[in-house]
């Protein structure tokens, strides 16, 4: 299984992005794909991530300026970013909790992160 993240870069104060990830491989089901940041000197931290259903769960920090979808046909969730901060700035991972068989165990798959950077 490998997730594929790509989307980030440099981006002024105010200004958007958006991120994509493609989960690919021997894949059974997604339960859920989403965001996770860290920047600098701090813990990785949850961003945003849909759930089957789907459930959209979000950070207090980026709550009505991120929004996070899927697109299952895909097996590609999107994070669209706007009215970016500078304490946005961060690497971003994508990351899917997926089964690989039908009846197997659910484990959580990260992708190589992408680089944010918010600065005028």
């Known amino acids: 299984v490998q997730l594929q993240a790509s989307g980030g870069g440099l981006v002024q104060p105010g200004g958007s992005l958006r991120l994509s990830c493609a989960a690919s491989g021997a894949i059974f089901s997604i339960n859920a794909m989403g965001w996770y940041r860290q920047a600098p000197g701090k813990q990785r931290e949850l961003v945003a991530i849909?759930?089957?259903?789907?459930?959209?769960t979000y950070s207090d920090s980026v709550k009505g300026r991120f929004t996070v979808s899927r697109d299952n046909a895909k097996n590609t969730v999107y994070l669209q970013m706007n009215s970016l901060k500078p304490e946005d700035t961060a690497v971003y991972y994508c990351s899917a909790v997926l089964q690989t068989t039908p009846h197997g165990a659910s484990f959580q798959y990260w992708g190589q992160g992408t680089q944010v950077t918010v600065s005028s």
């Open positions: 849909a759930t089957n259903g789907p459930t959209l």
